[in-house]
């Protein structure tokens, strides 16, 4: 079945530092590739996604590029701030309409001063 | 747009109750709704698709008696954790899925969640 894997928390950064958090997949067919962010005391929302090989997402300074041959969706930003400390997921959808989310186990990332 | 809402945020009640958690879309008619379980430090993980008019969709493991979904409005949906003992402890989340038209396609709006524990 589908899975997704990505990195153990937590994540300790300094702000303007460089994150990277790794997410990798294993699904048949052409997923579409999501990173969904949870804020403290918040539901998740829809960071980014990808629909396609090669796609690229991109929202708030975060960047993520579906690739099929490594089967990865790396999550990236070049300088993060304290307000984007929160717990960040990885998930895929299979390719048909009606098919579910499945997620990563999150990865907390801490941003400080 | 699309806010989906959970009712309530938190709840602590004795072995053997039963619990109800209503989740709401506040602005969008959802034509779908999930329900997730997320354990401290594990992912989410989803028990049952439910939509509007119809009997509720649980993925394997899940007990249908246990959890009963009720999808009665494209508005509403409620779970209910039926005679709840400690190892339902967990954190409920909802999402929602609106109709095709209007919004973007088969995204899903996720609530904050609901904290259960039980004694």
């Known amino acids: 079945g589908d899975s997704v894997t990505q990195m153990e928390g937590p994540v300790t950064l300094s702000e303007e530092a460089c994150l990277t958090i790794?997410?990798?997949?294993?699904?048949?067919?052409?997923?579409?590739l999501f990173w969904y962010v949870q804020y403290p005391g918040e539901g998740l929302q829809l960071l980014l996604k990808?629909?396609?090989?090669?796609d690229k997402g991109s929202n708030k300074g975060f960047e993520a590029t579906y690739r099929k041959e490594t089967t990865s969706f790396h999550l990236e930003k070049g300088s993060v701030q304290v307000s984007d400390s929160a717990v960040y997921f990885c998930?895929?959808?299979?390719?048909?309409?009606?098919?579910?989310?499945?997620f990563g186990t999150g990865t907390r990332l801490q941003v400080t001063l | 747009g699309a806010v989906v809402s959970q009712h309530p945020s938190w709840v602590i009640c004795k072995s053997g109750t039963s619990v109800k958690i209503e989740c709401r879309s506040l602005?969008?008619?959802?034509?779908?709704m999930f329900w997730y379980r997320q354990f401290p430090k594990q992912s989410l993980m989803l028990m049952a698709t439910?939509?509007?008019?119809?009997?509720?969709?649980?993925e394997q493991g899940v007990e249908k008696d246990k959890f009963l979904i009720n999808h009665a409005s494209l508005t509403l949906s409620t779970l209910t954790v039926t005679s709840a003992h400690p190892e339902d402890s967990s954190f409920y989340i909802c999402?929602?899925?609106?109709?095709?038209?209007?919004?973007?396609?088969?995204?899903?709006?996720f609530g904050p969640g609901t904290r259960l524990t039980v004694l």
């Open positions: 602005d969008f008619q959802a034509t779908t």
């Open positions: 998930a895929l959808k299979g390719s048909g309409t009606a098919s579910k989310l499945t």
């Open positions: 990808a629909t396609k090989a090669d």
């Open positions: 439910s939509n509007e008019g119809s009997k509720a969709t649980y």
């Open positions: 999402s929602a899925t609106p109709l095709r038209e209007g919004l973007r396609d088969n995204e899903q709006f």
């Open positions: 790794n997410c990798t997949y294993t699904a048949t067919g052409y997923p579409s």
